[in-house]
């Protein structure tokens, strides 16, 4: 009895998240090899959707778009935050309220940031193009196919940087003084102690926080529907809102979750680094 | 090192912030005083900075019954999710310290697969699964589908609160004749309670800024905030007072909320990887 009691306190939560992860991976794995569109009827077609899916280029241009917009926002995204993080490190008076104010972004809701975003760069009346007109650049932002994804970007900037700032700023300030004592009364400068000693000392943290902000925009979907719902065309089309769209605009439920299961993988690939690395650290 | 390099290296770093604070602030500024301005005021070339304040955005948003109940709906579901997970992670974070558990690393990679996976991955299926079931379009359908994301989460967090409690408190409590539930409710709960209370901010966090997984598993009951804010963004009429309004009647008191959790935020935000 006393050997197995462990196991009922964490039934509870292994029931629930079976219910909630397991069973629909299983589901949607199960009806990617079917023609299910909403009807009652569905028809096993084996790798038809597949097929269909990897030959399809509306499919090609979404998966690029995702990974433009993932990787060009992880990128901005990683290196602001660490520069911010390494400046407000080094500030000793009024550390708290800075740290305060620029941790908000986090707390404003996708949609929220969304609203904001199309009110801003409002072509007629946002604050953002007019500024802009008065310097004499012309500019577009969300209603021109080659402006939606580096403006999405921009935003997603604004929003996310501050996750990096605030676990970068953490990990610094978590390095134990005397290393940099040491450094110091060698003669380094600040910003040699920097490069050479701190930099190096939270790399474990800073590959952490590309892997989480790297899946993160991999996922995107409420900035994309919020703001451009995908377009103009398609030219902002992520696989989320993708998948949303196939499902629920053209009730292509069995490709639609065949999309999803395509690229779960991806993540999944990226979860599993994740892990292997999360397992070393715990050693 | 001269006097005037020395000087710079203490100055850059403000200028630095400086900037960053005024770009932060610039955004969440913008939105407030939009939901401040008339109508007539909003719509202007050049966009006006002083204006007239009114509240009748607030007022004419608030009188929105649809909105209203949104919020309504967002507080229960938010309620329903915290109560769960805290019950149910307790439990497990308890289960997972005090006992051997076969399969323990694979569980744990189970949890954080699961709290990483696109959510659309979940709801299609769970579309269908829940009008099956009766549950679609409900408060509590929806308070369960958050649990994939926010019960990892505070096994987590609790897990981690929970090592910081020495062993010796279980053996002591199992000579007096604890036994196990009474030990985690009795000794492990109240001195954990910050965490507890960490933990469900955070997730509130959470579900109440959720999108994707509500617009796939509520039709109109069940709406929660999110959706309340989205309606006002209309594709033919554009309403700027009602968008920011309802924005900042629901970003107010989650960032006033915010503050208690403060602390543990970094340590959230990591899932407990690195410590603040």
Not at chain 1, 44 to 66: H, Q, R
Not at chain 1, 131 to 156: C, Y
Not at chain 2, 8 to 33: D, F, G, N, Q, R
Not at chain 2, 114 to 126: I, S, W
Request: with cysteine; glycine share 6%.
């Amino acid at each position: 009895m006393s050997r197995h009691i462990g196991y009922l306190f964490i039934a509870p939560a292994f029931i629930i998240l079976f219910f909630t992860s397991i069973y629909p991976v299983a589901f949607s794995f199960y009806f990617s090899f079917f023609d299910w569109n909403w009807g009652n009827q569905e028809n096993f077609i084996g790798l038809d959707n597949y097929l269909f899916l990897l030959t399809d280029p509306e499919f090609w241009t979404v998966i690029y778009n995702t990974f433009v917009f993932a990787s060009v926002s992880c990128f901005l995204e990683v290196t602001i935050g660490i520069i911010l993080a390494i400046f407000v490190d080094r500030i000793v008076f009024c550390s708290t309220i800075i740290r305060t104010i620029l941790i908000l972004p986090l707390m404003v809701s996708g949609i929220i940031v969304s609203m904001i975003s199309k009110i801003m760069f409002n072509n007629l009346f946002g604050v953002i193009p007019y500024g802009l007109k008065q310097i004499d650049i012309r500019s577009s932002f969300f209603g021109s196919t080659e402006a939606a994804m580096p403006t999405l970007i921009g935003v997603d900037v604004w929003w996310q940087t501050s996750f990096v700032f605030i676990i970068i700023l953490a990990a610094l300030q978590g390095i134990p003084n005397d290393t940099v004592e040491a450094a110091k009364i060698d003669g380094a400068s600040e910003w040699d102690i920097t490069r050479f000693i701190r930099l190096p000392l939270i790399k474990p943290i800073i590959f952490l926080v590309i892997i989480f902000r790297s899946i993160d925009t991999l996922k995107i979907f409420d900035l994309v529907w919020g703001i451009t719902g995908g377009g103009p065309g398609i030219s902002t089309e992520v696989v989320q809102t993708y998948s949303y769209r196939m499902a629920f605009g053209f009730l292509e439920m069995s490709k639609s979750m065949t999309v999803m299961v395509i690229f779960s993988m991806v993540v999944f690939t990226l979860i599993l680094i994740y892990s292997k690395f999360e397992g070393k650290s715990d050693e | 090192m001269t006097n005037r390099k020395r000087i710079k290296e203490l100055i850059l770093p403000y200028i630095v912030s400086i900037i960053a604070i005024i770009l932060t602030l610039i955004p969440i500024y913008w939105l407030l005083i939009t939901s401040l301005k008339k109508k007539k005021d909003s719509f202007t070339r050049p966009p006006k900075f002083i204006f007239e304040p009114t509240f009748e955005n607030f007022i004419k948003v608030w009188n929105n019954d649809f909105y209203a109940q949104t919020i309504f709906n967002s507080l229960l579901i938010t309620l329903i999710g915290i109560i769960i997970s805290i019950f149910i992670a307790l439990l497990c974070a308890y289960g997972l310290k005090r006992y051997k558990i076969k399969f323990k690393s694979a569980f744990m990679k189970w949890l954080l697969v699961a709290y990483m996976l696109p959510e659309f991955l979940f709801v299609l299926p769970m579309y269908s699964i829940y009008q099956s079931l009766g549950i679609y379009d409900t408060h509590f359908g929806l308070a369960l589908m958050y649990q994939v994301h926010v019960l990892p989460f505070s096994i987590w967090m609790l897990r981690s609160f929970f090592d910081e409690i020495p062993s010796e408190i279980d053996d002591a409590a199992l000579i007096d004749g604890c036994r196990p539930l009474t030990t985690l409710f009795k000794i492990y709960v109240p001195i954990v309670i910050p965490g507890i209370v960490a933990t469900s901010v955070l997730n509130a966090i959470w579900m109440w800024n959720e999108l994707a997984i509500a617009i796939g598993l509520t039709f109109s009951e069940a709406h929660p905030v999110t959706l309340g804010i989205s309606q006002f963004r209309g594709y033919a009429s554009i309403d700027w007072g009602g968008m920011t309004a309802s924005s900042v009647i629901a970003l107010v008191p989650l960032i006033l909320f915010s503050l208690f959790a403060q602390k543990h935020i970094v340590k959230g935000l990591t899932l407990g990887s690195v410590k603040a």
